[in-house]
């Protein structure tokens, strides 16, 4: 297994890359599927209570309350908090665009996620499962947004950059789906964030760890509630309010070097997943590698093969 899991606090800048912190201040699970996921739920959830010996419509999970999927063999179990704590070992990014599924049918899958490779930083060309690049967004810096054609205007558009955070979380009072507390102790999870404004909350609690030369995995990021943004039609989305505590350091176990490198496992197989598709779609689609694309294809060939 990879040396860095061999977790030395140490040796900060070794592991500020690792973990994925090491560009924020300038710009155990093995599958996919077997992480649970963090995420903020946005609509109320509505349950049945007993008022005046009538059963009434009461909200029993608020807007904008955290949600914890726990995923099992058997299924996923949701859980429910308005407050929790994370403590983050590591992030990494990429992109992500999502194509809906207009003519869906009963059963069939509403739509689809295009995925890029998950990198310590968006400052390269990364593969998506499509067989291009940057899930068709134009490679580098653009300087004037206007001058693309409208089509690839409304591409870019519908394309998010995503953080995604690996770690452990404790929620505060946690329920069930039906308001009801439960008993849950700490769970390792992945968080992707694409909400922009979320994406640089969170982006300046990791800059944070920077500043005091920190590792994200000696201190919480307390997450206290959430903040509600209107939208036109009436309806809200929320976003997170952060704070990382600085006033508890831990140490790192052996348990969390095993942690940590599960995570690391696990993205490793998801681009190796995501690479495989790459490479399966630049076989069998129609239309040719452009010369752009290839020159890239060749830069990875080449940096790989000096591995």
């Known amino acids: 297994m990879n040396d860095i899991i061999n977790i030395n606090t140490d040796s900060y800048a070794d592991l500020a890359k690792a973990m994925g912190i090491a560009t924020e ?9 077997n992480l649970n996921r963090l995420r903020i739920w946005h609509s109320p959830m509505m349950g049945q209570t007993e008022v005046n010996g009538k059963m009434a419509n009461v909200e029993v999970i ?5 949600r914890l999927e726990v995923v099992e063999e058997s299924g996923s179990t949701y859980y429910y908090a308005k407050n929790v704590s994370i403590r983050p070992f590591m992030q990494r990014f990429m ?30 060309d990364l593969k998506d499962n499509t067989g291009r690049f940057n ?8 300087e004037d947004f206007k001058a693309l054609a409208p089509d690839m205007q409304d591409l870019i558009r519908q394309i998010k950059r995503v953080r995604v955070i690996f770690g452990v979380v404790t929620l505060d009072e946690p329920t069930n789906e039906k308001g009801e507390a439960v008993l849950l102790g700490d769970v390792p999870f992945i968080w992707e964030i694409d909400n922009k404004d979320a994406f640089k909350t969170l982006g300046d609690q990791f800059n944070e760890y920077v500043k005091k030369s920190r590792l994200p995995i000696q201190h919480l990021i307390h997450l206290n509630g ?29 348990e969390d070097q095993k942690l940590f490198g599960d995570f690391v496992d696990w993205i490793k197989n998801f681009n190796d997943y995501i690479c495989k598709e790459w490479e399966q779609k630049v076989e069998t689609r129609q239309n040719p590698v452009s010369p752009e694309e290839m020159e890239t294809v060749e830069s990875f060939i080449d940096i790989e093969g000096n591995n």
């Open 226 to 254: 959430t903040k509600a943004n209107q939208l036109p039609n009436g309806s809200s989305f929320y976003t997170p309010i952060a704070e990382v505590d600085f006033g508890e350091a831990f140490d790192v176990t052996e």
């Open 95 to 124: 992109l992500r665009r999502y194509i809906a599924n207009l003519n869906a049918k009963a059963g069939e899958p509403k739509g689809m996620f295009h995925r890029t490779i998950m990198s310590d930083n968006l400052n390269t």
């Open 25 to 33: 201040v300038s710009a155990k699970p093995k599958k996919s599927g």
């Open 135 to 142: 899930c068709g967004k134009p490679s580098g810096y653009i």
């Open 62 to 66: 608020e807007g904008g309350a955290y």
